[in-house]
Nanobody, 123 residues
Framework: QVQLQESGPGLVKLSQTLSLTCTVS??????????WTWIRQPPGKGLEWMGA???????YYSPSLKSRTSISRDTANDQFTLQLSSVTPEDAAVYFC???????????????WGQGTQVTVSS
């Protein structure tokens, strides 16, 4: 059974860089047709796709966050990491990692999710 677990500081100071790691257990991040994804949900809002790193190592970012986002991976430890720079109060959210495996129409298909981690931005 594949499991994903987010880790990282729950409190980040304004203008600093948020860094979160997702650890994958029960499977490999090199698994074919995998897009290891970061998604967030601000309070009272819907889910926002932030970006992904594929099993090939290719990265994909939301256009609205691309200038501040970096996703990398550690294949030896089956981890992938999100870095979001220059955080503002609008970046406060629950951050989820997940595995996408394909599309149905214009919708991404996900099969595994982490439980999510709350991030607060302090001034």
């Amino acid at each position: 059974q594949v499991q994903l677990q987010e880790s990282g500081p729950g409190l980040v100071k304004l203008s600093q860089t948020l860094s979160l790691t997702c650890t994958v257990s029960g499977g490999s991040i090199l698994r074919n047709a995998s897009y290891w994804t970061w998604i967030r949900q601000p309070p009272g809002k819907g889910l926002e796709w932030m970006g992904a790193i594929a099993d090939s190592g290719s990265t994909y970012y939301s256009p609205s966050l691309k200038s501040r986002t970096s996703i990398s991976r550690d294949t030896a430890n089956d981890q992938f990491t999100l870095q979001l720079s220059s955080v503002t109060p609008e970046d406060a959210a629950v951050y989820f990692c997940a595995r996408a495996y394909g599309y149905s129409g214009s919708y991404l298909l996900f099969d595994y999710w982490g439980q999510g981690t709350q991030v607060t931005v302090s001034s």
